[in-house]
């Protein structure tokens, strides 16, 4: 019984690390691939199946004039403007939270709770219906095709995100906490800062990983509110296809694009196993 | 110093949380608060803490307005029902914190730390986690961080509430020292329960509340021997006090067909809806009492509560012992009916065995 379980313990780990891990490698091996060696029937190992070139990965950062797309300047500009974004968000929908969760609002029939969901309705609509307003906005205040516009926009896009994560989270810890601050001395500042944010730590990483993944793999936006000045990295990427669809570059795109979320994941992962983000508060 | 009361009203939604209440309580004393949950017992104390604001009613500490005083400025202290510590500290900084807020030097605060840490037993935890604490232990850490403020107003809601049987016997025990220490001097000791058992054994002046009315302010012992209507009765007895719908005539108390002679601070009470009221523990079993059916037999520790029913007469007796019973079991009981009680038919108290009104 107990042999059979750990069998299938690491039997469906291995399945799963198969299934994970192998999109990853396939897109490895292909950005080492030109157009033979993908066109030519399946191929797997380098050296032996193919001979490997760095013809994907060049293309990716030679410029225009000379056949390439050069990522470089859109990657920093999506890291730039998710990471502005995520964490103007993280900070203003903390705060919102905080309040939403301690203080209660009234405005005739509108409450705590509506104030919450309208936060959160923002991410029901669909983006179509937001494109128009935004670029109407965007323009009217000369911010289109420009990182400042596009911070505007993820705000808007993050920060119901943040908000929801961190009510949820606010209202689980204990109101005493705070009450206990106040008692001992702080100020409802002092209390907030010394005491409920470094309680909250795991529900900030949270909803910043959220903010950061919703941020970066935004298409949409990035490709309605921009044009020729400014541009991110998923738009860029879309503009490497052509009549011949380059697998190689692609999959090298894939994989640049994907890292920084692989870090953010490593980095929770490992205050995950450290335990921190349970049992913070009983 | 004195901490004044003056018709504190609370009514947050269609019900009174407080309805004018008023004390005057003097430093040095242990005052206890009495009432069932949801009596208004911990609105009080945050009142008291100012982290509720009346609707009406002052509250004045050393002549000052309290009211117009923040909750971080009051120098009060307060220990929760729930264990309520800083769960991103250790135990240390857990207990400094309130020093720290008050920019106090370093090693004074190490010295307070290690005193209040020695005085609730947890000398060599400094470095442990709070998480890592039984419950009784981390309702010592903030018992300790209530007591290394030296705050002149100490609020205790129901600390021991959330506590097994054996840790709360303990804990009792190390309150009822701590208090009589002399840490009490200067200081205003509140402590509020559910607990009539813990109300007697703390032995200070009580105070007993429901909803949100001030019932009965005495000694705890007069409180126990005189309360002065049933719903105080009820409330500072557990299990609440029996209370059965007779009638004296002829020097005998009757109902459910039972006559029983009336002691002589009863006799004279002959009026219409008398209610008598008598402890669990002042009804015994007797062979040739009277008869009672068992609705129901619980045993909580080492006692046997024992539902009976005759008629439309529900009691509830305790005996000091394990004792098995089979539901609609029938069994004789006698009544200790000199330790009985009469109250009016409004609930007011008509005499006591210990000398209240007519006794």
Redesign the interface.
Known sequence: MNKLYIFLKYFFIVVWTVFVVAPFLWALTTSFKDFQSVNGGVTYIPWVDFEPNLEGWKVLIKSPAKGGVDIIEPYFNSLFVTCTASLISIILGTLSAYALSRYTFKAGFVKNNDITFFFISQRIMPPIVLSIPFFLFLSSINLLDSLTGLIVVYIVLLMPIAVWIMVDFFNKV?R??D?????????PY?AFLK?VL??SIPGLIVAGMFCIIFGWIDFFFAFILTFTEVQLLPVKIVALNSSVTPWWSLSASALVSVAPLIIVAFIVERYLSKGNLS???? | MDLVANNLSYKPDDQYHLNEVSFNFKEGNLYTILGRTLSGKTTLL?TI???LTPDSGEIEFDGKNFLKI?????N???V?Q???????LNVFENIA??LK??KIDKSIIKEKVMDALKSVGLLGYENRKI?ELSGGQQQRV?LA?SLV?NAKILLLDEPLVNLDYKLREQLREEFKNLFSKGLADETILIYSTTDPRETMELNGEVIVLDEGKVLQVGPAKEIFENPNSLKVAEISNDPPMNIIEAKISDNQIRFEGIDVEAPQHLSKLTEDGLKIGLRSSDIELNENGHEFEVELAEISGSETLLHLKRGDTKIIVSIEEVLNFKIHDKVKINFKIDRAYAFHADGKLASSPFGGLNG
């Open positions: 204990p005493e906490i009450e206990t601050a106040l008692i001992d001395g702080c100020n002092q005491v470094p309680n049992g913070a508060i009983k | 945050k803490a100012g982290l923040p909750v971080w400025e009051r009060v202290a307060m929760y729930q264990f309520i510590n800083y769960p991103h914190f309130p807020q008050r998480q903030s961080r403020k």
